[in-house]
């Protein structure tokens, strides 16, 4: 089941299957190429950012710019 990176719960996990939107030139540069597995480790207590665990490492997201990966739920 497809949907976007910001809908994924903490916890939940997904395989990144593409982009929406304009160009994904930053999000490539930092490591979110299709086929990569992107798990979501917690929210901050507002929501946004997205603290998200890729290739080992953690990296925080904002919801706007996540809504633009679409990923497949593991």
Do not use: C, N, W, Y
Request: hydrophobic share 40%; proline share 7%; aromatic share 2%.
């Amino acid at each position: 089941m497809t949907t976007s990176l910001d809908q994924l719960k903490p916890g939940e996990s997904g395989r990144i299957d593409g982009f929406s939107g304009s160009a994904p030139g930053r999000l490539l540069e930092m490591g979110l190429l299709p086929g990569t597995v992107v798990e979501v480790v917690r929210l901050a207590p507002l929501g946004d950012p997205m603290d998200l665990k890729v290739r080992g490492f953690h990296l925080s997201l904002r919801k706007k710019e996540a809504a633009h990966i679409i990923v497949l739920r593991s």
